[in-house]
């Protein structure tokens, strides 16, 4: 059986036969708050005018305030 893998966006090459997929998580930080994690960027954003980060306007785009850093890590899938 040939092995598949999927590349992030470090270059680094993950194997998708593993028992251990991992799922990514997203949160926004401002200079003052920090956001809960997400499983979906899309829930990130909506969520995110609650600490401050940004908001979605009419069209619903994300408009970042100043200062807003989004962060994402992999976690591994249960």
Known sequence: MS???FKDLAGTR???H???LAMTQYRFIT???RGKWYPSLG???ARAN???AGYL???GNFIA???TVLEFREKAST
């Open 3 to 5: 092995m598949l893998f």
């Open 14 to 16: 993950i194997d998708i």
């Open 18 to 20: 593993s028992s251990h």
């Open 31 to 33: 200079p003052n708050r």
């Open 43 to 45: 829930d990130a954003q």
């Open 50 to 52: 609650a600490i401050g």
């Open 57 to 59: 306007d009419a069209a």
């Open 65 to 67: 305030y100043r200062g």
